[in-house]
């Protein structure tokens, strides 16, 4: 059973730039979680994704935006990226009936420069 | 604002020791417990997960879970150098979100 795939899994941006991150879940996934994760601040939860309906957002602002497809795949935006965007971002895929039991992907590393 | 509170470390042990890893939490409906286990430079991997208070085995890992303190362990027996890594903290109650604590790393030297 394939894992949750994230693309790219590197990338380098500059300021004021947009960038698109893609995460397809496991097979049968209909959840999908993105965290950032910083040495800092840890993993800090963006939004999650249940059939294609934001379903909880956490606390970040307006420039960090997602959406979920028919087919469980998500993406999330950044628009007008700054140096502190700088981290992992995580993708995660859970089954309906275990919501906290978050299979990980191998994360995409932003680097804003 | 819920927290959830671990001690960074690292904690060193000796191998075939037992590490003990610490957590507690601020919200106190909390319902499920987890501990997510991640390898410097990989993601974050679940390794428990409890929801009652008392004690919930698996292999060499053993997390206990005490509601009324609001805290929250994971035991690991016969610590082994490839447990090294850091060791995750995670509370929620329903469907909201997944609250991580920001982690344990722990050392287990040969």
């Known amino acids: 059973k394939a894992g949750v795939t994230q693309t790219p899994r590197y990338l380098i941006k500059t300021r004021g730039q947009q960038v698109t991150l893609s995460c397809s879940p496991i097979?049968?996934?209909?959840?999908v979680s993105w965290y950032q994760q910083t040495p800092g601040q840890g993993l800090q939860f963006l939004f999650e994704?249940?059939?294609?309906?934001?379903?909880n957002k956490g606390n970040f602002p307006g420039r960090f935006s997602g959406r979920q497809f028919s087919n469980s795949r998500s993406e999330m935006n950044v628009s007008t990226l700054e140096l502190g965007d700088s981290a992992l971002y995580l993708c995660?895929?859970?089954?309906?009936?275990?919501?906290?039991?978050?299979?990980f992907g191998e994360g995409s590393r932003l680097t804003v420069l | 604002q819920k927290e959830v509170e671990q001690n960074s470390g690292p904690l060193s042990v000796p191998e075939g020791a037992i590490a003990s890893l610490n957590c507690t939490y601020s919200?106190?409906?909390?319902?499920?417990f987890f501990w997510y286990r991640q390898y410097s430079g990989k993601s974050p991997e679940l390794i428990m997960s409890?929801?009652?208070?008392g004690d919930k085995e698996d292999g060499r890992f053993t997390a206990q879970l005490n509601k009324a303190s609001q805290y929250v362990s994971l035991l690991i027996r016969d610590s082994q150098p490839s447990d090294s890594a850091t060791y995750l903290c995670a509370v929620t109650r329903g469907n909201t979100p997944l609250v991580f604590g920001k982690g344990t790393r722990l050392s287990v030297i040969a």
């Open positions: 995660a895929s859970s089954f309906e009936g275990a919501p906290g039991e978050l299979f």
């Open positions: 994704y249940f059939s294609e309906t934001q379903r």
């Open positions: 097979s049968g996934h209909r959840s």
């Open positions: 919200d106190r409906v909390s319902q499920s």
């Open positions: 409890i929801y009652s208070n």
